[in-house]
Protein backbone atom coordinates (compact mmCIF):
# COMPACT_ATOMS: atom_id res chain seq x y z
CA UNK A 1 0.00 0.00 0.00
CA UNK A 2 1.39 3.53 -1.19
CA UNK A 3 1.27 5.89 2.06
CA UNK A 4 1.18 9.50 1.75
CA UNK A 5 2.99 12.10 4.00
CA UNK A 6 1.76 16.03 3.33
CA UNK A 7 4.17 18.65 3.07
CA UNK A 8 3.69 22.83 2.98
CA UNK A 9 3.35 22.48 -0.82
CA UNK A 10 2.41 19.38 -2.06
CA UNK A 11 1.79 15.72 -1.22
CA UNK A 12 4.34 13.40 -1.87
CA UNK A 13 3.38 9.81 -1.97
CA UNK A 14 6.12 6.89 -0.11
CA UNK A 15 6.76 3.82 -1.84
CA UNK A 16 6.67 1.20 0.49
CA UNK A 17 9.26 -0.45 0.35
CA UNK A 18 11.17 3.10 0.63
CA UNK A 19 13.00 2.95 -2.69
CA UNK A 20 11.54 3.65 -6.08
CA UNK A 21 14.45 2.41 -7.43
CA UNK A 22 13.35 -0.18 -10.26
CA UNK A 23 9.54 0.63 -9.83
CA UNK A 24 7.69 2.27 -12.65
CA UNK A 25 6.74 6.36 -12.47
CA UNK A 26 2.92 6.81 -11.88
CA UNK A 27 1.28 8.00 -15.49
CA UNK A 28 0.40 11.66 -14.36
CA UNK A 29 -1.83 13.46 -16.28
CA UNK A 30 -1.18 17.26 -16.79
CA UNK A 31 -2.81 19.90 -18.62
CA UNK A 32 0.02 21.65 -20.90
CA UNK A 33 -0.27 25.55 -21.40
CA UNK A 34 -1.99 25.17 -24.46
CA UNK A 35 -4.85 22.87 -22.96
CA UNK A 36 -3.78 19.42 -24.09
CA UNK A 37 -3.64 16.85 -22.02
CA UNK A 38 -0.24 15.42 -21.48
CA UNK A 39 0.51 11.87 -19.59
CA UNK A 40 3.89 10.88 -18.11
CA UNK A 41 3.76 7.85 -20.55
CA UNK A 42 4.09 9.71 -23.49
CA UNK A 43 7.84 10.20 -22.87
CA UNK A 44 8.57 6.28 -22.06
CA UNK A 45 12.12 5.95 -23.04
CA UNK A 46 13.02 9.38 -22.26
CA UNK A 47 14.94 10.51 -19.15
CA UNK A 48 12.14 13.16 -17.40
CA UNK A 49 12.84 15.60 -14.89
CA UNK A 50 9.74 16.82 -13.10
CA UNK A 51 10.15 20.01 -11.69
CA UNK A 52 7.80 21.06 -8.90
CA UNK A 53 8.22 24.83 -8.68
CA UNK A 54 5.72 27.97 -7.33
CA UNK A 55 6.12 31.21 -8.66
CA UNK A 56 6.48 32.71 -5.25
CA UNK A 57 9.71 30.80 -4.40
CA UNK A 58 12.56 32.69 -5.30
CA UNK A 59 14.99 29.74 -5.65
CA UNK A 60 12.45 28.48 -7.91
CA UNK A 61 13.98 31.46 -10.47
CA UNK A 62 17.52 30.10 -9.95
CA UNK A 63 16.43 26.58 -10.88
CA UNK A 64 14.36 27.12 -13.59
CA UNK A 65 17.30 28.78 -15.47
CA UNK A 66 19.40 26.07 -14.82
CA UNK A 67 16.69 23.34 -16.17
CA UNK A 68 16.45 25.25 -19.17
CA UNK A 69 19.93 24.79 -19.81
CA UNK A 70 20.08 21.18 -19.05
CA UNK A 71 16.63 20.68 -21.45
CA UNK A 72 18.58 22.46 -24.24
CA UNK A 73 21.77 20.73 -23.73
CA UNK A 74 20.61 17.34 -23.02
CA UNK A 75 16.65 17.39 -25.25
CA UNK A 76 18.86 16.23 -28.62
CA UNK A 77 19.72 13.40 -25.91
CA UNK A 78 16.07 12.57 -24.75
CA UNK A 79 15.84 14.76 -21.73
CA UNK A 80 12.49 16.01 -20.88
CA UNK A 81 12.00 18.55 -18.33
CA UNK A 82 8.21 18.90 -16.85
CA UNK A 83 7.58 21.77 -15.11
CA UNK A 84 4.40 21.78 -12.54
CA UNK A 85 3.38 24.87 -10.81
CA UNK A 86 2.30 24.09 -7.38
CA UNK A 87 0.99 27.39 -5.68
CA UNK A 88 -2.11 27.48 -8.11
CA UNK A 89 -1.19 30.17 -10.67
CA UNK A 90 -3.30 29.96 -13.77
CA UNK A 91 -1.97 29.06 -17.13
CA UNK A 92 -1.81 32.86 -18.27
CA UNK A 93 0.25 33.66 -15.16
CA UNK A 94 2.65 30.47 -15.77
CA UNK A 95 3.18 31.29 -18.61
CA UNK A 96 4.40 35.06 -18.42
CA UNK A 97 6.53 33.84 -15.39
CA UNK A 98 8.06 31.48 -17.89
CA UNK A 99 8.25 34.15 -20.46
CA UNK A 100 10.11 36.78 -18.35
CA UNK A 101 12.86 34.24 -17.20
CA UNK A 102 13.47 33.20 -20.51
CA UNK A 103 12.62 29.44 -20.11
CA UNK A 104 10.81 27.54 -22.44
CA UNK A 105 10.69 23.54 -21.42
CA UNK A 106 6.93 22.02 -21.10
CA UNK A 107 4.88 23.48 -18.14
CA UNK A 108 1.48 22.28 -16.04
CA UNK A 109 -0.55 23.32 -13.08
CA UNK A 110 -1.06 21.33 -10.43
CA UNK A 111 -4.65 22.48 -10.33
CA UNK A 112 -5.05 21.84 -13.73
CA UNK A 113 -4.58 17.99 -13.33
Known sequence: MTKFRRTPTCTVAAHPS???????APDLALKS???RIVRLSEFHGKAVLVHFWSTHWLPCRVEMQ???QKHNQYEPKGLQVLGIAMDGADRKDIAEFASNLGVDYAFHGASQI
Open 33 to 35: LDG
Open 18 to 24: GSLTGQK
Open 66 to 68: WFE
